[in-house]
């Protein structure tokens, strides 16, 4: 029996969280009702999406259109298809992960309240962002996604530098915003529309002359959120001082979104031949940002900080699978960030964990505390083990596709200076892990660990062995992106 | 006289509440709250007369294709015309007073002599109304002096402080050089045609064009063009905030609009008016920006803040002229309603936290979060809108700028948008740090002070506003649409 769901359930998916918000400000819950509040509202999307896979099976992408301000040229459209239900998926679990670790980590106070509500409208922005088929309101949510995170930064992050570090964020990613901007408005000029589906059937979408301005404005806009070196300059600061809810959120979803801008935009808009010119630059900024963000990461002793930039080094990887241009590299890409997603959160889980016991951030004054934290450590290990990319962990198999990706194309140099650029991955993972859990006790276990903290923290390394083992249904569902994507040349 | 007297309607309510708010004061009660609310009241029903005169007057205009006009054409008469521009930067302005006179109810209780205040509030706002209804250049330069007359005063209000009267006065000199120069510019073109209407066909008289260039220049100043905005940062940074609000939000549009309407009604074609706005609009948005970089003050900081989002404005007015776009004049009146708003709800902002905190430093600011939170709640909605995030009013005002500005694609036009990205990131070097001052910690934990009605009102009252009109702007292109046709329309001579 054929199960669909109604293109409505887009509305609700994005209406559950932005009530619960509202809800939490209005009517300012105490102690730890807002949390569960604020769960119960991270759970709808995750669901609410899922249930859209049925529909895709059968073909069709679900679809719903409300005409709002047609002066403006602005309608509210929404669209769920297989491109975009990589992310949205990646995003709504980690915010349901996220938002339980709160539980543990965050201590209620008055202000909880707002906390959690602007936790839901970050998870929002991004829902929104993966979900719009209107470049308007794609603009609106991704907007939405910076304001909600940098307001979390300030107000509740750690450290005298907040202050400063949240401007830092705002502005750096702002820039990259405003290039998105300029490229949707010619678009939106040369096409007289702002939806999505409709530009993509379009003809031609620009005079020739401008198409390399809009694809380089994008490329370079979705590559701040992604933050590729060099534009990822507000990344580790963020990370570091942000609230480690928060922290998971920004590593292992929001850096996802600018992936997806340049899956969505960029090759989903435009061929092959448009795009051909962008592949090496492409390939070469994902293999600098790799090694620049692994050697980095080697260099720095806040545990926090390590994990960061790592981020920079993985996000290199996707940046060099999407740069090959080949049915595997491009996969691989979307599939690490799903993998990244998960294996990100698990690791600044574990480091959360590690804090919160010892109070204690520097490599240097951690150790030995693997057999005081025993579940602790095996999750770490299992997170370390993955971002080093052994197999049969999740990053593995996402790893090797992007890999033999790279060796499809003509820049077989490239490629081996990018499997070899992975041997940094592991030494920075294994110096991480054998730091903090192996070695000399050097600070004691001061403080007990929230079950939820714990929990969670089991939960998401159960998923990153299993999605190890049983890639094969979400390469399926990945694999169905192709068909949107370069004209769906595949 | 002849015409239709109904035009006059918002006119004369509003003169009847100044009289009767100065007969209150006078005789019955010298209490604040009742002599808000009495303003108040008066604003309400300018606000409803115009909304009325605005229904009759889009019937009118179905019906014979021209405005209506009240006044006697003959030399020396009055002339007033109820247009789309006019009516609806009328309605901004009474709608603001509306919510001004409620929030000074709590604002000026502490002040002496507010029984002066509000009639002078009133008079600010009639003065404004008949600038922006004026269809003849002498009633033109008496609402010109009218508005400015008051505005003088209420800037120089408090007048024990020596700054605000140092403001007042600076700001008096400048503006009366400009209506000055307006008057000899009245007196030349009335000299070279022989009439005083607008509008009126163009002459190829150097005293025509003359007179022009004296009265743009004067309505330019009190729009704060560059580099006749040397007043502005004064007289917004040192009024009573209720004031600056006026002056920002309501002031400052009305003599644009006023601008426009003179320079194409004495037949400046509107290309070569829209390259000087956008000229101009350049200058403004990088001196207000970089100006407010370097601001201790915070009611400064916001003062050079209008002085660059007026260049946001008169960046897609003038490129909507330049190419005869209406979208883009739309996309220009709409920034001026979202710039009003948001700024209104700034400057009100600010005024509570100097009434209850005393801030006037930026660094005042420190951790005013936590103990007026409502407060610092609206001056985040109303900076967050100027910086122009979604889905607030500044983003759609921001969006539909960019887009006309990128539409045109000329040379100018590529300018325009370069620079116009570029000071959108440049501020964020002030409105980023004024809500970060908001979260500072504190060494002394203060307890939560409960915002008065009459200040809470206005402030929750304009968030929300600021919240719908970037949500849905719809309704707010819709009330601009007649604008455009209009000015063009005037430019070949009504």
Not at chain 1, 131 to 140: K, P, Q, S, T, Y
Not at chain 2, 112 to 133: D, E, Q, W
Not at chain 2, 171 to 185: D, E, F, K, N, W
Not at chain 2, 445 to 470: D, F, H, K, N, Q
Request: proline letters at 5%; hydrophobic letters at 55%.
């Amino acid at each position: 029996m054929a199960f669909r769901i109604g293109a409505s359930w887009l509305l609700v998916v994005l209406a559950v969280p932005l009530a619960a918000a509202i809800l939490l400000v209005a009517v300012r819950p105490r102690g730890r009702a807002s949390g569960w509040i604020a769960g119960a509202a991270a759970a709808v999307p995750l669901v609410g999406i899922l249930l859209f896979v049925p529909s895709l099976w059968q073909g069709d992408a679900v679809s719903l259109a409300i005409p709002w301000a047609p002066m403006a040229g602005i309608s509210l459209d929404l669209r769920v298809d297989w491109l975009s239900l990589p992310f949205a998926l990646t995003e709504a679990g980690v915010t349901l992960v996220a938002v339980v670790y709160a539980w543990g980590y965050h201590t209620p106070d008055e202000r909880t309240p707002y906390m959690y509500a602007l936790l839901l409208l970050f998870a929002l922005g991004m829902s929104g962002t993966t979900l719009a088929d209107d470049l308007f309101l794609f603009f609106v949510f991704w907007e939405m996604m910076l304001l909600a995170s940098c307001l979390l930064i300030l107000v509740w992050g750690e450290g005298e530098q907040r202050g400063a570090v949240a401007f830092k964020y705002f502005v750096v990613t702002h820039l990259g915003s405003l290039m998105v901007l300029m490229a949707f408005l010619l678009l939106f000029n040369e096409a007289g529309s702002a939806r999505l589906t409709t530009l993509r059937e379009a003809e031609s979408l620009l005079p020739a002359a401008r198409v390399p301005i809009v694809i380089g404005l994008l490329l370079v806009g979705f590559s701040v959120k992604m933050a590729v070196f060099p534009v990822h300059i507000w990344l580790p600061d963020a990370h570091t001082v942000a609230p480690m809810p928060v922290t998971i959120m920004l590593a292992a979803a929001m850096l996802s979104m600018g992936t997806y801008g340049v899956l969505r935009f960029t090759m989903g808009l435009f061929g092959f031949r448009e795009m051909a010119p962008f592949a090496l630059p492409l390939m070469i900024a994902g293999v600098v940002s790799e090694i620049y963000g692994a050697l980095m990461s080697l260099a720095e002793e806040d545990v926090k900080r390590i994990v960061a930039y790592s981020s920079v080094s993985q996000m290199g990887y996707i940046l060099y699978g999407l740069g090959t241009y080949t049915q595997p590299g491009i996969v691989g890409a979307t599939l690490h960030v799903v993998f990244h997603g998960i294996v990100k959160a698990l690791l600044f889980m574990v480091l959360g964990l590690v804090i919160r016991a010892t109070g204690k951030r520097q490599l240097g004054e951690l150790g030995g505390l693997g057999p005081r934290l025993p579940t602790v450590a095996v999750c770490g290990a299992v997170g370390g083990l993955a971002i080093a990319g052994a197999p049969p962990l999740c990053l593995f198999v996402s790893e090797w596709m992007i890999f033999s990706g790279g060796f499809r194309t003509a820049h077989i140099a490239l490629s081996v200076i990018t499997l070899f650029g992975s041997l940094l991955s592991v030494a920075y993972a294994l110096r991480l892990m054998l730091g903090i859990f192996v070695g000399k006790l050097k600070a004691e276990v001061i403080e007990a660990r929230p079950r939820a903290m714990l929990t969670s923290t089991v939960v998401l390394s159960a998923t990153a062995l299993v999605a190890g083992i049983l890639p094969t249904p979400l390469i399926a569902w990945i694999s169905e992106e192709l068909s949107l994507l370069m004209g769906g040349a595949w | 006289m002849t015409g239709e007297a109904w035009v006059v309607l918002p006119l004369a309510s509003l003169a009847v509440g100044a009289l009767m708010v100065a007969f209150l004061a006078r005789v019955v009660t010298q209490d604040n709250g009742w002599l808000a609310a009495t303003s108040a009241m008066s604003f309400g029903v300018g606000l409803l007369a115009t909304g009325l005169v605005a229904v009759e007057a889009q019937a009118w205009h179905q019906v014979t294709g021209t405005w209506p006009v009240w006044g006697s054409p003959e030399p020396g008469g009055a002339v007033l015309r109820a247009d789309p521009g006019a009516l609806l930067l009328t309605g901004v302005a009474m709608a603001l007073g509306l919510l001004v006179a409620i929030y000074s109810g709590r604002y000026l209780s502490l002040d002496r002599r507010y029984m002066t205040y509000y009639p002078l509030l009133i008079l600010l706002v009639i003065g404004l109304s008949a600038l922006l209804k004026a269809a003849d250049l002498f009633t033109l330069y008496l609402a010109c002096e009218l508005m400015g007359i008051t505005s003088y005063v209420l800037v120089a209000f408090r007048c024990e402080t020596d700054t605000s009267v140092e403001a007042g006065f600076k700001y008096l000199m400048l503006s009366s050089a400009g209506t000055m120069s307006m008057l000899m510019g009245v007196g030349l073109i009335y000299r070279a045609t022989g009439s005083l209407l607008l509008p009126q066909p163009a002459t190829d008289s150097i005293w025509a064009r003359a007179g022009l260039a004296c009265v743009a220049t004067g309505l330019a100043v009190k729009v704060g063009m560059v580099p006749l905005h040397t007043w502005l940062p004064d007289a917004q940074g040192r009024a009573p905030s209720s004031i600056s609000a006026m002056l920002a939000g309501a002031v400052e549009g009305a003599a644009l609009y006023a601008l426009l309407k003179v320079c194409l009604g004495l037949g400046l074609s509107p290309r070569a008016l829209g390259t000087v706005l956008v000229a101009v609009s350049l200058a403004n948005m990088c001196v207000g920006n970089l100006m407010a970089l370097g601001q201790t003050y915070t009611k400064r900081l916001l003062a050079y803040s209008t002085i660059a989002q007026m260049g946001y404005v008169m960046l897609a007015v003038g490129i909507g002229l330049r190419e005869c776009a209406n979208e883009a004049l739309q996309a220009g009146f709409y920034m001026l309603l979202a710039h009003a708003v948001m700024k209104a709800l700034a400057f009100l902002s600010k005024g509570a936290f100097h009434f209850y905190c005393g801030v006037t430093e930026m660094d005042d600011l420190r951790g005013v979060a936590r103990r007026l939170p409502l407060a610092s709640g609206s001056i985040i909605v109303a900076v967050v809108g100027l910086i122009g995030m979604p889905p607030l009013a500044g983003f759609a005002g921001k969006w539909l700028v960019l887009a006309e500005v990128i539409r045109a694609s000329d040379a100018l036009a590529v300018i325009g948008a370069v620079l116009f990205v570029a000071n959108v990131l440049l501020s964020l070097g002030y409105y980023l740090p004024l809500i970060a001052r908001l979260f500072a910690p504190l060494e002394l934990a203060e307890p939560p002070i409960v915002l008065s009605r009459w200040m809470g009102l206005p402030l929750v009252l304009l968030a929300g506003l600021v919240l719908a009109m970037g949500i849905q702007p719809q309704p707010w292109l819709r009330l601009t649409e007649g604008i455009g046709p209009y000015l063009l329309a005037l430019a070949q001579g009504g």
